[in-house]
């Protein structure tokens, strides 16, 4: 695996899952916030991705943000996320909402078996779907 080199200082992004993304059994550089912070740096973002889990309610969740190392640039929000997640993340760090369905809608051959979870080329897939959306949706430094 080739590593980009990175570019200016690291960009602490937040992503919210509800339900995990990746699929049961991927290596570590094959999931989606490896591939994604790959894609970032290859548009200009050295982002560094931390994920917390949605479960839980507005307070745990508040508290895992709390918790972090450094103060997110940007929240990545899945669009069918409830709005108590994402009033309660916006309270903290600019949202951007994900759309993890289309890209992937009618391709069940990128899914895990039983649906859970996605392949390395679901993965692929969901990266090349949003990382240019991210990567414009980061505020400037």
Do not use: W
Not at 17 to 39: C, H, M, N, T, V
Not at 92 to 118: C, I, Q, S, W, Y
């Amino acid at each position: 695996m080739e590593r980009l080199p990175v570019m200016g200082p690291e960009r602490l992004i937040l992503l919210v899952e509800s339900d995990p993304i990746d699929g049961a059994g991927l290596e570590p550089e094959d999931s989606y916030p490896a591939r994604l912070e790959r894609a970032l740096r290859a548009r200009g973002v050295n982002g560094r991705l931390v994920t917390v889990r949605a479960d839980g309610g507005g307070a745990a969740l508040k508290a895992q943000i709390a918790r972090l190392q450094g103060k997110p640039a940007l929240a990545l929000v899945s669009g069918t996320a409830d709005a108590e997640v994402v009033s309660t993340v916006a309270a903290a760090v600019p949202v951007h909402r994900l759309d993890l369905e289309n890209p992937l809608r009618g391709k069940p051959d990128l899914f895990v078996r039983g649906g859970k979870g996605l392949t390395v080329r679901g993965v692929e897939e969901l990266v090349g779907a949003t990382a240019d959306g991210i990567a414009q949706a980061m505020p400037r430094e």
